[in-house]
């Protein structure tokens, strides 16, 4: 199926309003973006238009029932200047796992990636080039019908726009083990990227800044006893530097593309990685007995979100500097190098725009 995608070009670039050197992450905007309607069972033909507001009823059911998903990526550029971007197909494999949990269409490939590239391919001149930057892309669907009333939308909208920006967490984090409130729990959506499941997870993460921590480590529903993933990243727990420890795919964590990159790459290099349930009690006594010298989050937006201290019980576990972190260390600057094209690409993760 070849898709057929209208072009509505902005007459008026804001790319020298944006200052490369200092971007906020997720405040900028580039100049165009990517939509298509689901309408009446059927994908309509996709345009691309100049960033901006769109019209929407206020009924739309997406705002009170929270059909919503939404994927976040990256697109770089190559050694040769031109975009490419990193495993998109994982983006919209999950994109279409989420859907279906959240009882809405599947889209295809075409219109995704098709769209995907057309978007990147116009607005190139917003991918940053300075270290650690990139152009962040954020395809998301969402339920526009115009109606009162709990039942699956029969109109979906899609849009993806795409935000330059810089490196994410530029210090290492202070992250608190949650043990009041869940994110996720057996037979819920915690493998989708719903909207919902970050909606509840703001009052807890204002807790815990109260308290002094930039970040939630949750655990399951049940016992509150097993790590499973903190923020927008999977977790990572090395020890010894030999040893990774990470939380199995369980259905209630999201299924990382940059967790799936970093097991990869780590097995490849020899690690000895052990995927199951991670109890909290174990972490601390490895942190206790000076045997944990890593813990990461990994997600698309940072890569790695290197973790300077974990908050349990009300004390703060504090990890080696960030220095010292010869696993996260290196992943970054694996992935970051296969993502800019100065390191090889062995397992075939780049895609050209
Ligand atoms: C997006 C996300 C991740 C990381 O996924 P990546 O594909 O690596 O970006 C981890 N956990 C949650 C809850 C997420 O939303």
Same mark, same amino acid.
């Given at each position: ?13 804001? *790319?020298?309003?944006?200052? /490369? ?28 238009? =100049?960033? $901006? &507001? ?14 919503? *998903? +939404? &994927? ?15 495993? =998109?197909? &994982?983006? /919209? ?14 889209? =295809?490939?075409? *219109? ?45 909208? +899609? ?31 915690? +493998? ?39 923020? @927008? ?38 690690? @000895?990685?052990? &995927? ?13 007995? $000076? ?8 997600? @698309? ?40 094209? @100065?390191?090889?690409?062995? +397992? ?6």
């Amino acid at each position: 199926m070849a898709i057929s995608i209208k072009k509505n070009k902005t007459q008026a670039s804001r *790319i020298h309003l944006c200052d /490369f050197e200092n971007i906020e992450f997720g405040k900028i905007f580039s100049d165009h973006m990517f939509k298509v309607d689901f309408i009446d069972g059927k994908w309509q033909d996709g345009e691309i238009l =100049p960033y $901006g &507001e769109i019209l929407m009823a206020p009924s739309i059911s997406a705002l009170h029932y929270g059909q919503a *998903i +939404f &994927e976040g990526m990256k697109a770089f550029k190559g050694a040769d200047g031109n975009p490419q971007l990193f495993r =998109p197909l &994982e983006n /919209f494999k999950r994109l279409n796992i989420s859907a279906a949990r959240m009882g809405m269409p599947q889209i =295809p490939e075409e *219109i995704f990636i098709g769209g995907l590239k057309e978007l990147v391919s116009l607005d190139r001149d917003w991918i940053p080039t300075k270290e650690g930057s990139a152009l962040y892309l954020r395809p998301f669907m969402f339920a526009t019908d115009d109606f009162v009333g709990v039942r699956p939308s029969s109109n979906y909208c +899609f849009i993806i726009f795409c935000c330059p920006v810089n490196s994410y967490y530029p210090k290492p984090i202070k992250v608190k083990v949650e043990q009041k409130y869940v994110r996720a729990s057996d037979g819920m959506a915690g +493998f989708a990227k719903a909207a919902g499941n970050y909606g509840i997870s703001m009052l807890p993460s204002m807790e815990a800044k109260k308290q002094g921590y930039d970040q939630i480590i949750w655990t399951d529903g049940r016992t509150h006893e097993h790590v499973e993933e903190s923020g @927008t990243t999977n977790l990572f727990f090395v020890i010894e530097d030999k040893l990774i420890l990470t939380p199995a795919l369980d259905g209630n964590i999201l299924e990382g593309i940059t967790r799936d990159s970093c097991l990869q790459l780590l097995r490849k290099e020899g690690y @000895t990685i052990e &995927e199951r349930k991670i109890s909290i009690k174990e972490i601390i006594a490895y942190a206790k007995a $000076g045997k944990l010298s890593d813990c990461f989050g990994t997600g @698309t937006a940072a890569i790695i979100a290197k973790i300077a201290a974990i908050g349990f019980e009300g004390i703060d576990y504090e990890l080696p500097p960030a220095e010292n972190r010869k696993v996260s260390n290196w992943l970054f600057k694996t992935i970051y190098g296969i993502q800019t094209s @100065t390191v090889k690409d062995e +397992f075939n993760w780049i895609e050209k725009v």
